[in-house]
């Protein structure tokens, strides 16, 4: 069996969450952000694409 490597995402909060609608809102808390410049790791698989997707205006990403 091949040893695969799993790929990551770095995803970087960039812009504030204040005045967002509740839906962004809690995405970005279910990302694991909150504050500008806060930093998370997380598996790149669907799920965590379509979450960023969605607040792609609010963050950066970065394959780790």
Wanted: glycine share 6%; net charge positive.
């Amino acid at each position: 069996m091949a040893n695969k490597k799993i790929k990551k995402l770095k995803i970087t909060q960039t812009k504030s969450m204040i005045g967002q609608k509740p839906k962004i809102y809690a995405t970005m808390i279910a990302l694991g952000l909150g504050k500008i410049r806060k930093t998370v790791e997380h598996t790149d698989n669907n799920a965590i694409r379509g979450m960023v997707n969605k607040v792609s205006h609010m963050i950066t990403v970065e394959e780790a």
